[in-house]
């Protein structure tokens, strides 16, 4: 049995409530859609594979300004320790022996010259302290700053594992979007 053509163009339209009838829509919009999405989800996955890039270039000299920073740090401490020690043991040596530290040589027995040249070994021995404080302080400065390397570095860490769990969820939803996209266009077709 064959209907009418009038009767076919009524199967595929809405009727209003007028009586008006009023063609369905095509399907051409929903492909160019798709593939709108589609070069959108291409470029989101150009830009996260490029920050991603961007992010292990930037871990990996931060790293390696870490490593350095250790290793400098490291060297000023066992400076550090081997200069108290020295200062220490000329400290001792000087006032045992009753030298004197600018000249070199004995000091007399001389009571106001021991005394003089006590305070001058208790003047030398407080500088050489001062710089020891003063070397010990940077040493302090450079532990710091190797603090906030490592901070930076935590934290560009917790970004890069966000970004690889931001890039994943994306992956999905991108899979799932193409899924359903197939699914519409099969059942379209």
């Known amino acids: 049995m064959h209907l009418p053509a009038e009767t076919k163009r ?20 929903r492909v160019s ?21 961007e992010l292990q270039q930037n871990l990996t000299d931060t790293q390696q300004r870490v490593a350095e920073l250790e290793l400098q740090c490291n060297d000023l401490e066992k400076e550090n320790a081997k200069v108290q020690k020295n200062l220490k043991d000329c400290l001792v040596l000087l006032v045992a022996e009753k030298i004197d530290p600018v000249s070199g040589e004995r000091v007399g027995e001389a009571p ?29 400065q450079q532990r710091s700053r190797l603090e906030e390397v490592q901070a930076t570095m935590t934290d560009l860490s917790k970004a890069r594992e966000l ?19 197939n699914e519409a266009e099969a059942l379209l077709l």
Request: without cysteine; proline residues 2%; charged residues 30%.
């Open 10 to 29: 009524t199967a595929n339209a809405d009727q209003r409530s007028d009586g008006i009838l009023k063609p369905q829509k095509e399907n051409v919009p």
């Open 33 to 53: 859609t798709r593939q709108g999405q589609q070069a959108e989800l291409m470029e989101r996955n150009q830009n996260l594979v490029a920050s991603k890039e």
């Open 112 to 140: 106001q010259q021991n005394e003089d040249q006590r305070k001058e070994v208790m003047n030398v021995s407080a500088d050489l302290l001062n710089e020891l404080k003063a070397f010990g302080d940077i040493a302090s």
């Open 163 to 181: 970004m690889l769990q931001e890039r994943e969820n994306f992956s999905l939803e991108a899979a799932e979007m193409e899924k359903a996209l």
